[in-house]
């Protein structure tokens, strides 16, 4: 007689959403349920669990924000421009910026055409159309659930437990339980981060990382 071995997906928002339950007390859900209308913000069957995954995207979305070494690239050549000569930002672009931090001659953030689209802005000429037909920049890029590292996934549903603790439960016993597990889960996510940045003094040029002596004229700028 043969058995067959159970397998559970941890690296879905479902199981994330049962280990906020499980820090409350809560027993686990077999599925998310139905959402209704829009997922921004989700409106699932039951509010308890639409409230947790709500508090779950919210976190996920001030986690990647800080910019991870998964989630960032620089030096990235902007090409596409639409037809009134403005570059198009992606949807699933957090932050951007251009890749010369001591260029002052431009200040580029994404900004919401009339179309509702996202374009890049330029706050030193006040404008979103561009002469140059190639534009180099930094981005801090949005990922979904399944595609982050377990590492950033631990930190991410630890910290929304611990809001979710402190919203709903307001027991300060478990509260600061919760706490030592969001440091420990951070702890865990610095080591990955510095484990996959392989960061050094020296640098790697071709990353974009490389190590600028101090130059007495910098502290002028601060």
């Not at 620089?74 to 251009?98: A, E, Q, Y």
Request: charged content about 25%; overall charge negative.
């Amino acid at each position: 007689m043969t058995s067959t071995p159970t397998t559970v997906d941890l690296d879905t928002e479902l199981s994330a959403v049962n280990a906020i339950l499980g820090s409350i007390g809560q027993a686990p859900v077999a599925s998310l349920g139905t959402a209704s209308g829009s997922n921004s913000p989700a409106m699932f069957d039951n509010p308890e669990i639409a409230y947790i995954y709500n508090i779950l995207k919210e976190t996920l979305q001030d986690v990647l924000s800080e910019g991870w070494i998964f989630n960032q690239e620089h030096h990235i050549k902007l090409t596409g421009k639409n037809t009134d000569n403005k570059f198009v930002i992606d949807s699933d672009v957090i932050r951007i910026d251009r890749d010369d931090e001591w260029d002052r001659t431009r200040d580029l953030v994404r900004r919401k055409d009339t179309d509702g689209v996202w374009k890049l802005y330029d706050r030193v000429d006040h404008t979103d159309k561009w002469t140059s037909g190639e534009m180099k920049v930094d981005v801090v890029w949005h990922f979904d659930w399944v595609d982050l590292p377990i590492p950033i996934q631990d930190y991410i549903t630890a910290r929304a437990a611990s809001f979710v603790v402190s919203r709903i439960v307001g027991d300060a016993n478990l509260y600061g339980m919760c706490q030592q597990k969001e440091q420990y889960c951070r702890a865990q996510a610095l080591e990955y981060e510095c484990n996959q940045g392989q960061f050094t003094y020296f640098g790697h040029p071709k990353g974009g990382n490389h190590y600028t002596s101090y130059q007495p004229y910098k502290a002028l700028q601060r």
